[in-house]
């Protein structure tokens, strides 16, 4: 079974996007490749939920970030080469070296340029499999690599190859033959070869970023485990981005966090559902250390837009997202559920009631975990008798002087902080609006 | 000085729209040419801020709207125009010197597309100037019954640019267009010298008066869709009277809108709306939002009748989300937008404000000082106006001692039974209806959370 996370939560916590700024897709977006982009776009849809396989996933971005600083092929005859490769035809060798003599006729005296292009693609397809071959033969045959080490090293070492070391210029007669066997006789290998390039050049770009941003891998765990642990969680987009640990277990499924407005209750929450999607994809995470035991999906609901077209006020809207939720969650899926403000499009009454009773219908999941944020501090108070499996935290706030300051450092407990209205007169709105065309930046 | 807002507003009324969405401008897009549609998007993207301009495209479109003109063009016509006129190399001039035997037999056989294309574009450009001198000799001064507006006081709304549509068209150089017959073949001799007049010489009076088309494509395009949609055509008041005054107005993507009436003046410049949840608070203030919007570019307006004293700018805060990017969390994104609101107001301009739910992203206590403080100082500026909603009547009870040119509005609930009915017609007044509670448990969240967990118990 696949790893459910369906678009509100791809946006809420902004993963996929290539050409969105700050999204997590162009984070890890650095590849060379057109295939390797592919591959990237084919990971991130698809997150694994088997933990062997996330494991080894894993090892492997780690093994690359150890042992690789740079990609190690030129980009200019890679591109040549993946379109050179990508229009093979089928024939026989006897119309392919008649059709080349043919180019290579119309060439000399047309100055047509279909020859030289096979010629060029030739030339570069030969480059790069010398450089490549020599990349793989530096890996460790017997690591995590070692199974594509071994099968590029008896591809190129095929003796139908052994020209490509030595010649450096061919006769028009030569091109034929060697554009036949790469594009004809061996095409079944070099798409091999290209598929172990792309994947080469995904957990390179994989581990450079993770070695620049100091991200760690989080080790995943049997289903059963039902337990999330990391001693240092930060967003992965944020620089200078501070670290909290957080744990929860069956146990104790259910962390209600307060603060006050820009202490970074959205930000935990966020990064919190970051690391689980990047862990899930055997991608590193930006959390110090971290074990997880795989989960079925994620859930989350922070910027809920409402929908006029269906008719949904935001409100409403909300009330959807939730039993959405509530209906994965009591359909037995083991699931990972974040809820920001919840009931924030309605009034205080309404919320508190609204609040309360469906954490206290979700917590009775054990199975599940769930990060709640709110306001409406009254709901910890009374949520927390009789339910040892509620975690409180919060993320307080100093006042220095009359500026509020944060340390997004989460404690323990629940706070009443609030400083909306400090906030305001800092930002000096009422004078402005007061005041007479003399403004001031 | 133009009409001001922004993106956020764009976005919340939803007047360019995205694709695959319904958006105003979509609505109001019947039209012909590619260059009327460049055009109405260059009117939403600036709206009016004076009244004589508005009044005047306004009276234009309802000219045509009442007499239902139709475009008298074929379209094919501008798209053949457009790709001639837009080739301006010189090389690709005809020259009255090359009509050699060679190039005589390759336009008898048709090889040349070069020139057909030169040829089929003279042609159009013709058929397009000798249509137009037509229209106007109907639909200048004169009514489509072909009596003369000379007579009335004012004369057609159309007159000022079919005067100056005219005088264009008068140039002794284009004389020969005239002329020519429909249907009748060009020598070659004749296409050379077209050419030269209309793509070369006279190219700015060609495209100023397709200018003028453009013009025309969109008041037609926009009188049908009033027709079509029954709107009305706002009535905008220069000077410093501060009123607005809107009978019926109703949200256009609706399918079965209701329609509400809104009154504002300078000593009654803020309305304070509460209701709710889906009582329609925000729908009537998207509805507000584009009729006005509408209004200020002297387009019909969703609404039964509208008078308004016209503005310098509209700002709605409907659908703020927030951004991690810039480090801003809701409530600052909600602080910073009123702040740049506030910004605007203290340049002294008159602007029509909407706040949907202010302060939603913070703490209750936070909220109610907050919603005092800022609505209060915002009913101090007289010259604008502002319409804002909020789920704290406590709020509203404390503005009603504190200020005494604030309405007070609410959308109300009826129960029947468990289900809530909601009328949407606004009503006088602070409201205290809350039925989130029933919304939750209609929707049976919780006993879908319970069944999951008997059904895990059991086995």
């Not at chain 1, 966020?270 to 859930?299: C, N, Q």
């Not at chain 2, 460049?38 to 600036?46: P, S, T």
């Not at chain 2, 000593?267 to 329609?280: H, I, K």
């Not at chain 2, 605007?344 to 206590?365: A, C, P, Q, W």
Request: proline share 3%; aromatic share 10%; net charge neutral.
């Amino acid at each position: 079974m696949s790893f459910t996370c369906d678009k509100q939560t791809l946006d809420d916590l902004n993963i996929l996007g290539k050409y969105k700024p700050d999204s997590i897709y162009s984070l890890f977006g650095g590849v060379h490749t057109s295939g390797g982009e592919q591959l990237l776009d084919s990971l991130f849809r698809h997150p694994l939920t088997d933990p062997a396989e996330i494991n080894r996933r894993s090892a492997l971005f780690r093994y690359f970030q150890d042992s690789v600083t740079a990609f190690p092929l030129d980009k200019e005859p890679l591109s040549v080469m993946e379109n050179y490769l990508s229009t093979g035809g089928r024939g026989h060798w006897l119309g392919s070296v008649l059709q080349t003599g043919w180019k290579k006729l119309t060439n000399s005296i047309l100055r047509d340029e279909t020859y030289s292009v096979i010629q060029d693609g030739l030339l570069s397809t030969i480059r790069i499999l010398n450089s490549f071959g020599g990349f793989m033969g530096r890996l460790d045959a017997d690591g995590p690599y070692g199974e594509q080490v071994r099968k590029v090293g008896a591809l190129l070492d095929d003796r139908r190859l052994e020209w490509i070391k030595e010649q450096r210029r061919f006769s028009w007669f030569n091109v034929a033959r060697y554009d036949h066997l790469l594009r004809n006789v061996l095409q079944q290998e070099m798409k091999t070869l290209t598929d172990i390039i792309y994947h080469v050049d995904v957990c390179v770009a994989v581990g450079l970023v993770a070695r620049a941003k100091g991200f760690s891998y989080a080790h995943a765990q049997p289903k059963d485990r039902n337990m999330f642990r990391t001693t240092g969680l930060r967003h992965p987009c944020l620089e200078k981005a501070v670290a909290n640990p957080l744990s929860l277990w069956g146990d104790s499924n259910m962390l209600f966090l307060t603060g006050a407005n820009m202490a970074g209750k959205s930000t935990f929450m966020k990064a919190f559902g970051l690391s689980v999607y990047l862990a899930h994809m055997g991608f590193p995470v930006a959390a110090e250390e971290m074990t997880f035991s795989v989960r079925d999906g994620i859930y989350s609901s922070i910027n809920v837009p409402d929908n006029l077209s269906l008719g949904y006020s935001h409100f409403y809207a909300e009330v959807l997202r939730v039993k959405k939720v509530a209906e994965e969650v009591s359909g037995g899926k083991d699931l990972i559920v974040i809820f920001d403000e919840l009931f924030k499009g309605t009034n205080v009454k309404d919320a508190y009631d609204g609040t309360l009773a469906v954490s206290a219908a979700f917590s009775e999941y054990r199975n599940c975990m769930f990060i709640l944020s709110t306001h409406i501090i009254e709901v910890g108070e009374a949520l927390r008798v009789g339910r040892p499996n509620l975690q409180v935290a919060y993320l307080p706030t100093f006042m220095e002087g009359a500026v509020p300051r944060y340390t997004y450092r989460m404690q323990e407990g629940i706070t009443s902080d609030r400083h909306g209205m400090m906030i305001i007169e800092n930002e000096k709105i009422i004078d402005i609006i007061l005041s007479e065309g003399k403004v001031s930046n | 000085m133009a009409f001001i807002t922004d993106s956020q507003t764009l976005e919340d009324l939803r007047i360019l729209g995205k694709r695959g969405e319904d958006s105003v401008l979509g609505m109001f897009d019947r039209t012909r040419t590619r260059g009327g549609a460049e055009l109405l998007e260059e009117m939403f993207r600036y709206p009016l801020s004076d009244a004589a301009a508005i009044q005047y495209r306004s009276g234009i479109i309802r000219h045509f709207a009442t007499a239902g003109t139709d475009f008298p063009f074929e379209s094919e016509l501008f798209d053949i125009t457009d790709a001639y006129l837009a080739d301006t190399d010189e090389r690709t001039k005809l020259s009255r010197d090359e009509n050699t035997l060679g190039s005589r037999f390759n336009h008898l056989i048709g090889a040349d597309t070069e020139y057909i294309n030169i040829y089929k574009g003279v042609i159009s450009v013709i058929r397009i100037m000798q249509v137009l001198k037509d229209f106007l000799e109907t639909n200048g001064d004169f009514d489509a019954r072909g009596h003369s507006f000379a007579g009335a006081a004012n004369g057609s709304p159309y007159r000022a640019d079919s005067r100056a549509t005219r005088a264009l068209l008068a140039d002794a150089a284009l004389a020969p267009l005239w002329a020519e017959q429909a249907n009748a073949k060009l020598s070659y001799a004749k296409v050379a010298d077209y050419d030269l007049l209309l793509r070369f010489r006279h190219r700015e009076t060609i495209k100023k008066i397709l200018r003028y088309i453009y013009h025309l494509d969109v008041y037609l395009s926009v009188g049908r869709v009033a027709v079509e949609r029954k709107l009305t055509f706002a009535e905008a008041m220069a000077g410093n009277g501060h009123s607005l005054l809107i009978e019926g107005v109703y949200h256009p993507f609706l399918k079965h809108p209701v329609p509400n009436t809104l009154l504002m003046m300078a000593d009654n410049n803020v309305l304070f709306l509460t209701g709710a949840n889906m009582a329609g608070k925000s729908t009537f203030m998207k509805a507000l939002g584009i009729a006005l919007f509408l209004a200020h570019m002297g387009f019909p307006v969703p609404a039964g009748k509208m008078t308004f004293s016209v503005l310098d700018g509209i700002y709605t805060t409907i659908n703020l989300s927030d951004n991690l990017g810039t480090g801003a969390s809701h409530f600052y994104a909600e602080v910073l937008r009123v702040k740049k609101v506030a910004r605007e107001l203290s340049l002294s301009k008159n602007l029509f404000v909407i706040f949907d739910e202010l302060f939603r992203g913070t703490n209750v206590k936070d909220a109610y000082e907050a919603t005092v403080a800022i609505t209060a100082a915002f009913a101090e500026k007289r010259s604008s106006m502002f319409v804002i909603s909020s789920h704290i009547m406590e709020a509203g009870e404390v503005l009603k001692e504190r200020c005494n040119n604030i309405g007070f509005q609410y959308l109300p609930t009826h129960m029947n039974g468990h289900t809530p009915v909601y009328t949407y017609t606004l009503e006088t007044g602070i409201t205290a209806d809350r039925h989130g509670m029933v919304i939750i448990n209609n929707e049976g969240i919780l006993d879908i959370l319970e069944r999951g967990r008997q059904k895990k118990i059991k086995p």
